[in-house]
């Protein structure tokens, strides 16, 4: 059972590692690091403020708002997982972002319900893979200028989630593939969009997205871990 003083250890050592990889990258800015906690339960929400944690990011719709009303003070909540639309009024009034937008009927959605400006993520499926969601990188630019026009729904940046390896090293290209897309259109869309985002690398490879840019890293396991 995992208890605040292993998470102290482990987001401790996930600092270290870190801060190591800003320097071996040049980089002078450490990204945010943002929990998962739907691994845990309203109540055990308390281990992460006792670490000091204040990013959270919730998967599914239902039980973030327990979650928000508990603990809405402590951190600020992103929403990381699918969305569905009809899942849209479930989310919006908890959140501050949203990383998984991947399809018109939902920026329309988000646009309808929004009360003001939400910000979001255009989730790209980078690999290719087609078990996981988000648009190919070809279609990105495209898909933006489609939603330049809706006023409250405004893109901050974009997401990735990479294929799953035994090395590190393998996930680099898809990171750095991310990287270079959102160099390119935050150029092209400069005075419309801020895409100063990118929302990559999970517990089994933070450290090589925080080499190639991340500005935000998704940790669930190795941050609450028993072992």
């Given at each position: 059972m995992i208890d605040l003083e292993r998470i102290r250890t482990n987001l401790s050592e996930v600092q270290e590692r870190i801060d190591q990889a800003c320097v071996r990258s040049g980089r002078g800015d450490a990204p945010r690091l943002l929990v998962a906690s739907k691994y845990l339960t309203s109540d055990e929400m308390?281990?992460?403020?006792?670490?000091g944690i204040r990013l959270v990011g919730e998967n599914r719709a239902d039980g973030l708002e327990e979650k928000w009303r508990e603990?809405?003070?402590?951190?600020?909540?992103?929403?990381?997982?699918?969305?569905?639309?009809?899942?849209v009024r479930q989310v919006l009034p908890y959140v501050t972002m949203i990383h998984s937008v991947e399809s018109m009927s939902l920026v329309?959605?988000?646009e309808k319900r929004a009360e003001s400006q939400v910000r979001v993520l255009l989730e790209v499926n980078v690999s290719g893979e087609e078990t996981k969601y988000g648009i190919l990188p070809a279609a990105a630019e495209a898909f933006l200028e489609r939603t330049a026009d809706y006023g409250k729904v405004r893109f901050a940046g974009f997401m990735t989630m990479?294929?799953?390896v035994a090395d590190p090293e393998s996930a680099r290209p898809y990171f750095r593939g991310l990287r270079e897309l959102r160099d390119?259109?935050?150029?092209a869309f400069t005075g419309r969009y801020d895409l100063t985002e990118l929302s990559m690398g999970m517990s089994n490879d933070y450290e090589v997205a925080v080499e190639e840019g991340a500005t935000i890293v998704r940790l669930g396991s190795v941050l609450l871990s028993s072992t």
């Amino acid at each position: 059972m995992i208890d605040l003083e292993r998470i102290r250890t482990n987001l401790s050592e996930v600092q270290e590692r870190i801060d190591q990889a800003c320097v071996r990258s040049g980089r002078g800015d450490a990204p945010r690091l943002l929990v998962a906690s739907k691994y845990l339960t309203s109540d055990e929400m308390s281990l992460l403020r006792g670490a000091g944690i204040r990013l959270v990011g919730e998967n599914r719709a239902d039980g973030l708002e327990e979650k928000w009303r508990e603990w809405n003070d402590a951190f600020e909540f992103h929403f990381i997982g699918h969305l569905q639309s009809r899942k849209v009024r479930q989310v919006l009034p908890y959140v501050t972002m949203i990383h998984s937008v991947e399809s018109m009927s939902l920026v329309e959605e988000l646009e309808k319900r929004a009360e003001s400006q939400v910000r979001v993520l255009l989730e790209v499926n980078v690999s290719g893979e087609e078990t996981k969601y988000g648009i190919l990188p070809a279609a990105a630019e495209a898909f933006l200028e489609r939603t330049a026009d809706y006023g409250k729904v405004r893109f901050a940046g974009f997401m990735t989630m990479a294929p799953l390896v035994a090395d590190p090293e393998s996930a680099r290209p898809y990171f750095r593939g991310l990287r270079e897309l959102r160099d390119r259109l935050a150029t092209a869309f400069t005075g419309r969009y801020d895409l100063t985002e990118l929302s990559m690398g999970m517990s089994n490879d933070y450290e090589v997205a925080v080499e190639e840019g991340a500005t935000i890293v998704r940790l669930g396991s190795v941050l609450l871990s028993s072992t």
